[in-house]
């Protein structure tokens, strides 16, 4: 199973990114799959998270400005980001709780990271 990141880049505050995440591989189900970032010299920290059934949780800094999203035909979690700021930069990680065969307990993967920048 590989979860792969795109749309990360350099925005200026105020603007907007959306970034997209991809499963592939042997996979029977996938149940939460969520976006945490890693701004420098802090701990990583959970962005937001969706279930299967499409229930949301956001952390408290992001309410009202980002959006998560996924499309379970495709297996590809979304996070809408608006109104960005300078506190919003890091590598923003995608994380799915991925069945990969019935009978297997789900695991936890992760991507490979994409770097948002927020700067003027």
């Known amino acids: 199973v590989q979860l792969v990141e795109s749309g990360g880049g350099l925005v200026q505050p105020g603007g907007s990114l959306k970034l997209s995440c991809a499963a592939s591989?042997?996979?029977?189900?996938?149940?939460?799959m969520g976006w945490y970032r890693q701004a420098p010299g802090k701990q990583r920290e959970l962005v937001a998270d969706?279930?299967?059934?499409?229930?949301?949780i956001y952390a408290d800094s992001v309410k009202g400005r980002f959006t998560i999203s996924r499309d379970n035909t495709k297996n590809t979690v979304y996070l809408q980001m608006n109104s960005l700021s300078a506190e919003d930069t890091g590598v923003y990680y995608c994380?799915?709780?991925?069945?990969?065969?019935?009978?297997?307990?789900?695991?936890?993967?992760w991507g490979q990271g994409t770097q948002v920048t927020v700067s003027s």
């Open positions: 969706i279930t299967s059934g499409g229930r949301t």
């Open positions: 994380n799915a709780a991925i069945k990969a065969y019935l009978g297997r307990p789900a695991d936890d993967y």
């Open positions: 591989g042997s996979i029977f189900s996938i149940y939460k």
